[in-house]
């Protein structure tokens, strides 16, 4: 089925410790996202890409980075995680604009950090 | 910071009922969409409004934008226990179209 694949789905850490969560789109959209979603609260951006080859900073970048490896990957690094990055993150794809029509979500990676 | 807001936070009907959540916004928007999250899955795409379109309906949903208030709303009809979730509302406004913001979602329950 067409869609956005997450991988982990769940993930400990500890503090200090580095990870990539990796996310893969067959869409054949052009844009990808990494959000975060805390407890009882709405999505916040961490990274975009808005085309192959080209990456930049969301709302809450710091302690995270990017690769946007081709069109169809967009992987999200945590080079030393802390307990503030304990949260739900979710990768999105969506279309160019003109013929955006929304986004299409990955059913998301937890992630707690100890 | 927060451009989409939905009220109410949380909402509790009867099955059969008819729900409407509503999100304001503050800045001039491309087009407006509303999703749905069942407990601990993904987001799903319901329905996008372009800035320059007033009402949109799909199958039980219904929603209105008016610009001039820098408002939305979602209605739901004849709502059933499957309807239960949270819905967010998330805003383009064109400087990167494409990249929207999200508000903190309606917590839908629909008691049968």
């Known amino acids: 089925n067409a869609g956005v694949t997450q991988t982990p789905k769940f993930q400990v850490l500890k503090t200090g410790q580095s990870m990539t969560l990796q996310c893969a789109q067959d869409m054949n959209h052009n844009s990808m996202y990494w959000y975060r979603q805390d407890p009882g609260m709405g999505l916040r951006l961490i990274y975009y890409s808005a085309s192959e080859g080209t990456t930049d900073k969301g709302e809450v970048p710091n302690g995270y980075n990017v690769s946007r490896l081709n069109k169809r990957e967009f992987s999200l690094r945590l080079e030393s995680a802390a307990p503030s990055q304990t949260s739900v993150y979710f990768c999105?794809?969506?279309?160019?604009?003109?013929?955006?029509?929304?986004?299409?979500f990955g059913s998301g990676t937890r992630l707690t950090v100890v | 910071s927060q451009q989409g807001e939905e009220d109410p936070q949380a909402l509790s009907i009867q099955e059969g009922e008819n729900a409407t959540m509503n999100c304001s916004y503050k800045t001039s928007i491309n087009n407006l969409q509303w999703y749905r999250q069942n407990s601990g899955r993904g987001l799903v795409h319901l329905i996008l409004i372009r800035s320059n379109e007033r009402e949109k309906h799909s199958g039980r949903l219904r929603v209105t934008l008016d610009t001039s208030k820098k408002s939305s709303s979602l209605l739901i009809t004849a709502s059933r226990a499957a309807d239960t979730a949270s819905y967010f509302c998330?805003?383009?406004?064109?400087?990167?179209?494409?990249?929207?913001?999200f508000g903190d979602g309606t917590t839908l329950t629909v008691k049968p």
């Open positions: 998330a805003t383009d406004a064109g400087t990167n179209a494409g990249k929207s913001t």
């Open positions: 999105a794809s969506s279309a160019l604009p003109g013929q955006y029509s929304g986004y299409t």
